[in-house]
């Protein structure tokens, strides 16, 4: 057998399929540096900063919230990116994104009332790095 | 150190070597799998298989603990060189279950190197040649190397030779990784030390522009660690230095593609091995001259 062949085949299979299907991947991460970046976090009633360490599971961190947007805008078709998202478009991805927060953990341990979930957007403006916060969905928890 | 640059340890795999780099690619592969069958709540977004089949059903409790327990027994009799067609193809279908499940959940982790090399394995058994004790290995690197690769042509198709030119807007993505860490522990210090970086990155472009560009050769000539044993070592090390310094810019580790590319190209415990071997053999000489 060619000291290539498996490689090749497994490079011309994730190519010929074009998109994640485990195990085939066409390794598509970080393959443009376009001029934004989105970061998603949560706020109590009192306009604090509600941790996703130290109040929910541990797989339930900032790099899974962010994962879930992007499958979401690509399962549901929305345009995203750049900052560009219709108000409708955020407001029903922060909903499902905040329910998947929720979901399996024990709100009574919770020593807040509501949460606020939102998205940051970094963007660089003559080469000098800035942000937006938008409120994307919140709910109250009592 | 004689052991460490010695002909046969560029050109052979002992024993010694295959174990310590089976035993580091099972416990890894054990944890990441864990981390799978713990976190898997529900499908959220079916992709891979579970696109094509209902995955609900490995959700369970029961389905994850047999998961497990079948991962743990199958890590013990491929440590154990115990019935390694069956074996590793077992491996390869654990694997892509539990990862296809948390690609379903949302989160593209890319573990489908450390899938395929078990296929790649079983392929090497199944030939089980007079090159089995290389072709076991080789065989993973050539996906391995051909993940990197990949991901080459992906940045080259996406962004041509931009991809070096923007290079300096990669500061968006280093004070993104930091602000995760942020809003994951609340530690202030980690949002400022991504934007220190950041700042860093947009104050000397030259610099970076260079550093992106070593990086897309080193994966795009990745293809030349199926050469040898050399050549592996050397694409290896050269690669983990390019994780090194994403993980230490960007504060981002891609765990799933890391982690099998340095066990099979560098073995960093043989390499640990050898050196306490020789570091003991030094002091054994030094202690039977002194009498």
Redesign the interface.
Known sequence: MSKYLLLIFYVLISILIGKEFHPFSTFPMYNSFPNYGYVFFLKNEKGEIVTFGRNFSKSKNAGYIAHTFYSLCEHYGFNYGFGKENSEDLKKAGKEMLEMILYNEDEERFNFDSLKLYRRFYFLENKKLKYRDDLMYGQSLK | MANLLNKKFFKEYSSIEWILMKVSLCFIWMKLVT?VA??S??I??P???CSLIDCSIFLSVYTSSILLFAAFILSALYITEKYMIVVTFLMFLV??LS??LE?S????N????Y??VF??QT?AYI?NNQSLKV?RI??PI??I???????S???L???GL??II??P?????M??GF???Y????NISELDKG?KQ??FV?KHEVLVKLLFAMSLVFETFA?LA??NKISAFAIGVLLSGMHFGILYFMNIF?AA?FYPMIIFMVNPTYLLYSIIKWFYQLVKLGVQSSL
Do not use: C, H, M, P
């Open positions: 981390e713990i976190n709540e529900t959220y977004y992709s891979g298989i694997s892509l990862f296809t690609e959940n949302g989160i593209l890319r573990s489908g190197l899938t395929t296929l790649a392929f030939r072709e080789q065989f050539q996906i190397a051909g993940g990197y690769f990949l991901a042509i992906s940045k198709n996406q962004s931009n991809w923007e290079a807007q990669a500061a968006i993505q004070v993104k602000s995760y860490t809003f994951d522990s609340g934007l950041a700042d947009l293809w199926v050469r891609i593609i």
